[in-house]
């Protein structure tokens, strides 16, 4: 089946750890995106990739690394600047010409 | 700079009630797009609808349907005769260009249906 596939579902983590969200599409959509969701804030953009091998940052990106090596993946590292980094997290993939965004199911990480 | 507003957080309806979810935009553009999702419990946002600034036609799909007013700047989203699996949180969503660009998110409006 086509889509995106998020990893891990749940991940608990020490503070001052890093650790990284996998994100796999195979739609074959050309841009990808991280947005943070927590209660009562909605979606908010981390990092965006229209291309291989760039990105931009969204409106959150302080605490927050990404690469794009492959069109298919787009690894949300969440490193040890981010002050609080428990939340859900949702990786996208768009349609170049529908616009639409396409989502996985999401990662939830707790900070212990 | 763009901005979608959800005023309304929370709504409780009982089954069978028709119920309107209140989507404002902000945008400077002419050319804009809005969408809705729609996220279950399971966590995934479901996309439901998209629409073009120049379309300002209404839209009905089964049970849902969309207002649009651009002189109001709303994109509201009603559900007929609501349902149990109708329960989930609903995000409103703005962008000036159509293809491989961010979403702006409204905050969300949960939607609570009661047997």
């Known amino acids: 089946d086509g889509g995106i596939t998020q990893s891990p579902k749940y991940l608990f983590r020490k503070e001052g750890q890093n650790v990284t969200l996998s994100c796999e599409q195979n739609l074959n959509h050309d841009a990808m995106y991280w947005y943070r969701q927590d209660p009562g804030q909605g979606l908010r953009l981390i990092y965006y990739s229209q291309i291989v091998n760039d990105f931009q940052k969204g409106d959150i990106a302080e605490g927050y690394s990404v690469s794009r090596e492959k069109k298919e993946s787009f690894p949300l590292t969440v490193t040890s600047a981010q002050k609080n980094p428990t939340a859900f997290y949702l990786c996208?993939?768009?349609?170049?010409?529908?616009?639409?965004?396409?989502f996985g199911e999401g990662s939830r990480l707790t900070v212990l | 700079a763009q901005k979608v507003t959800q005023a309304q957080t929370e709504i409780s309806v009982v089954e069978k009630e028709d119920v309107t979810l209140d989507c404002v935009y902000e945008?400077?553009?002419?050319?804009?797009?809005l969408f809705w999702y729609k996220q279950p419990p399971s966590g995934e946002l479901v996309f439901l609808i998209r629409r073009n600034s120049f379309d300002e036609q209404n839209e009905i799909s089964g049970r849902y349907s969309w207002n649009f007013q651009k002189s109001t700047s709303s994109f509201n989203f009603t559900i007929t005769a609501s349902q149990v699996v109708d329960s989930a949180v609903y995000f409103c969503a703005l962008s000036e260009f159509i293809g491989n660009t961010p979403l702006v998110f409204g905050k969300g409006t949960r939607l609570s249906v009661i047997a």
């Open positions: 945008t400077r553009d002419t050319t804009y797009y």
């Open positions: 996208a993939s768009s349609n170049s010409y529908t616009g639409e965004l396409f």
